[in-house]
């Protein structure tokens, strides 16, 4: 079998109503895997191709249509190709070999660093091998090489992806109050999120008793010496020179500056549609980097566990229990607490009934630990669960899915307290009001891949001058518990949902009850 694709001067995309565009070599070459052919294949002149003269008209309405319907989900190209193979029984099913997730690699990774640094500790007696080849040499150099990794993320990924959530936010104007309330409760839950996570550290002290003093510590860390007045540190945010502040890493002046050029971008329409086309392509750039350093993760967390337990020891153990305690317990208050409190102070409604209604949607969000994967049933359950109305549920739910993270600003605020404790470095009142701004504003721009908290964590370490080696005895934990962050996450989408509904007489109470 022998394939001809048709070789023309212009850079040929298949165009279609679905997610992402694929070269016809790309599109040929799913063609064949999906129908289990092979085939050499090989270019010729568009005139010897007989398909030109049935190729389609170029179909730019269905582009149109999909930039201005931003909040449907359309089907990925692949999906819709394999669909219609299926139909036409052409399709060859492959049984695929089960992969090892990544997050269970991270968390093998984690316990096999945690046993061999266990081992080195205890087990092997001190040399010169083990010392200063495999400790201070290998597990050194592969450990902080990942977090460098990780560190030259943060700028580009966090300024794109704000710029990219914020030009969304920007068309929220022309939904009137709903957005611009819908964006203000988001923002506020998040604030109140990190302040709870916050709270809770501070009380059960999860670094306490951990001395990591005694690890070198690499990463940049901000000489917080000269003591800065509250007029002082609201008027640093604004950055004097934003090149500057790139290069620095200032990251509070990254985000203001960011969220003013998206707004000005959505509003500014379609004259800057150039610009707008290069920051959404340069964060899909971001991403695609952020997964291809992530991959490496299991090496990094290995490396970087193991050389913390062997410089200090099981001990290392007991205050990580104490983490994820404090992150759980945080998580808890935020969505049984703070959540069914605004509920049922500012709608009225029941939040006892709310929770029996929404839970299977909770329960789906946290086997899928993904948010963007419950938008259709969050939507579904609060139309004929609630009867809250699908004109406010549909755009509410995918702009909360976006930029609505207060699970993720929980760990956040709590891995703050942890790695200060930890490292014996003491945080005042002004390091916290940073720590709850820089988290509440990163909160817009957290993208919605797998770990991308991670990167953003960073930065929130960076505006108070923590050191990030930290990070590292958290990875682990924390895709554990990002099952339970998902599940919190859509959980206040669906609560702000109902809220601004209830607020614009958009909530079918009888529904809510079950009255009809």
Same mark, same amino acid.
């Given at each position: 079998?022998?394939?001809?694709?048709?070789?023309?001067?212009? %850079?040929?995309?298949?165009?279609?109503?679905?997610?992402?565009? =694929?070269?016809?070599?790309?599109?040929?070459?799913?063609?064949?895997?999906?129908?289990?052919?092979?085939?050499?294949?090989?270019?010729?002149?568009?005139?010897?191709?007989?398909?030109?003269?049935?190729?389609?008209?170029?179909?730019?309405?269905?582009?149109?249509?999909?930039?201005?319907? !931003?909040?449907?989900?359309?089907?990925?190209?692949?999906?819709?190709?394999?669909?219609?193979?299926?139909?036409?029984?052409?399709?060859?099913?492959?049984?695929?070999?089960?992969?090892?997730?990544?997050?269970?690699?991270?968390?093998?990774? +984690?316990?096999?660093?945690? +046993?061999? /640094?266990?081992?080195?500790?205890?087990?092997?007696?001190?040399?010169?091998?083990?010392?200063?080849?495999?400790?201070?040499?290998? $597990?050194?150099?592969?450990?902080?090489?990942?977090?460098?990794?990780?560190?030259?993320?943060?700028? !580009?990924?966090?300024?794109?992806?704000?710029?990219? /959530?914020?030009?969304?936010?920007?068309?929220?104007?022309?939904?009137?109050?709903?957005?611009?309330?819908?964006?203000?409760? %988001?923002? =506020?839950?998040?604030?109140?999120?990190?302040?709870?996570?916050?709270?809770?550290?501070?009380?059960?002290?999860?670094?306490?008793?951990?001395?990591?003093?005694?690890?070198?510590?690499?990463?940049?860390?901000?000489?917080?010496?000269?003591?800065?007045?509250?007029?002082?540190?609201?008027?640093?945010?604004?950055?004097?020179?934003?090149?500057?502040?790139?290069?620095?890493?200032?990251?509070?002046?990254?985000?203001?500056?960011?969220?003013?050029?998206?707004?000005?971008?959505?509003?500014?329409?379609?004259?800057?549609?150039?610009?707008?086309?290069?920051?959404?392509? $340069?964060?899909?750039?971001?991403?695609?980097?952020?997964?291809?350093?992530?991959?490496?993760? !299991?090496?990094?967390?290995? =490396?970087?566990?193991?050389?913390?337990?062997?410089?200090?020891?099981?001990?290392?153990?007991? #205050? +990580?229990?104490?983490?994820?305690?404090?992150?759980?317990?945080?998580?808890?208050?935020?969505?049984?607490?703070?959540?069914?409190?605004?509920?049922?102070?500012?709608?009225?409604?029941?939040?006892?009934? $709310?929770?029996?209604?929404?839970?299977?949607?909770?329960?789906?969000?946290?086997?899928?630990?993904?948010?963007?994967?419950?938008? #259709?049933?969050?939507?579904?359950?609060?139309?004929?669960?609630?009867?809250?109305?699908?004109?406010?549920?549909?755009?509410?739910? !995918?702009?909360?899915?976006?930029?609505?993270?207060?699970?993720?600003?929980?760990?956040?605020?709590?891995?703050?307290?942890?790695?200060?404790?930890?490292?014996?470095? #003491?945080?005042?009142?002004?390091?916290? +009001?940073?720590?709850?701004?820089?988290?509440?504003?990163?909160?817009?721009?957290?993208?919605?891949? #797998?770990?991308?908290?991670?990167?953003?964590?960073?930065?929130?370490?960076?505006?108070?001058?923590?050191?990030?080696?930290?990070?590292?005895?958290?990875?682990?934990?924390?895709?554990?518990?990002?099952?339970?962050?998902?599940?919190?996450?859509?959980?206040?989408?669906?609560? =702000?949902?109902?809220?601004?509904?209830?607020?614009?007489?958009?909530?079918?109470?009888?529904? %809510?009850?079950?009255?009809?």
């Amino acid at each position: 079998m022998r394939l001809y694709l048709v070789h023309t001067s212009e %850079y040929g995309t298949y165009h279609a109503t679905n997610k992402g565009v =694929c070269s016809r070599y790309a599109f040929a070459q799913e063609i064949l895997k999906m129908t289990g052919k092979t085939a050499s294949m090989q270019p010729v002149p568009t005139v010897m191709s007989d398909f030109s003269k049935v190729r389609p008209a170029y179909a730019v309405l269905d582009n149109f249509i999909m930039s201005m319907v !931003p909040i449907y989900d359309f089907p990925d190209w692949q999906d819709s190709l394999r669909e219609y193979l299926e139909e036409r029984g052409l399709y060859h099913r492959v049984q695929k070999k089960k992969k090892i997730s990544l997050t269970t690699m991270i968390f093998i990774a +984690l316990l096999a660093g945690a +046993l061999a /640094g266990v081992i080195i500790n205890y087990l092997i007696p001190s040399n010169y091998v083990v010392d200063d080849i495999i400790v201070q040499g290998v $597990f050194y150099i592969v450990g902080q090489g990942f977090i460098r990794l990780m560190r030259m993320l943060v700028v !580009p990924l966090v300024f794109c992806s704000i710029v990219c /959530g914020s030009m969304a936010v920007g068309d929220t104007k022309k939904l009137g109050s709903v957005g611009v309330k819908t964006l203000i409760f %988001y923002l =506020c839950t998040t604030a109140l999120a990190i302040t709870v996570a916050l709270t809770i550290a501070n009380i059960f002290n999860p670094g306490k008793g951990l001395d990591m003093s005694q690890i070198q510590v690499t990463s940049t860390v901000s000489e917080t010496t000269q003591s800065m007045s509250m007029t002082e540190t609201l008027l640093d945010i604004i950055p004097v020179n934003i090149f500057n502040s790139l290069s620095e890493g200032n990251m509070l002046q990254i985000i203001v500056f960011a969220l003013i050029l998206g707004v000005i971008l959505a509003n500014m329409g379609d004259r800057v549609d150039i610009v707008k086309n290069f920051f959404g392509q $340069f964060n899909d750039i971001m991403m695609e980097m952020t997964m291809a350093v992530m991959k490496l993760a !299991p090496i990094g967390v290995f =490396c970087l566990i193991a050389k913390t337990f062997a410089e200090i020891g099981f001990e290392v153990f007991i #205050p +990580l229990l104490k983490y994820m305690f404090c992150v759980l317990l945080a998580l808890a208050v935020q969505c049984f607490v703070v959540y069914l409190g605004l509920l049922k102070i500012f709608s009225g409604l029941n939040p006892f009934i $709310f929770i029996k209604n929404f839970f299977p949607v909770m329960a789906f969000a946290f086997s899928t630990s993904t948010s963007n994967a419950t938008i #259709p049933m969050n939507i579904d359950t609060l139309a004929e669960k609630m009867g809250v109305s699908k004109k406010i549920s549909s755009f509410t739910i !995918p702009l909360g899915a976006t930029i609505n993270m207060d699970g993720t600003s929980i760990m956040q605020g709590v891995a703050v307290v942890f790695t200060a404790q930890a490292f014996g470095i #003491p945080l005042d009142m002004m390091d916290y +009001l940073t720590v709850i701004g820089t988290a509440t504003l990163a909160s817009i721009g957290t993208a919605g891949v #797998p770990s991308v908290g991670l990167i953003t964590l960073t930065m929130v370490f960076n505006s108070v001058g923590l050191p990030i080696e930290g990070i590292a005895l958290i990875m682990g934990i924390d895709r554990i518990l990002d099952m339970t962050r998902t599940a919190v996450n859509i959980t206040g989408d669906a609560v =702000c949902t109902t809220i601004v509904a209830s607020w614009n007489k958009a909530v079918d109470r009888d529904v %809510y009850y079950r009255r009809k």
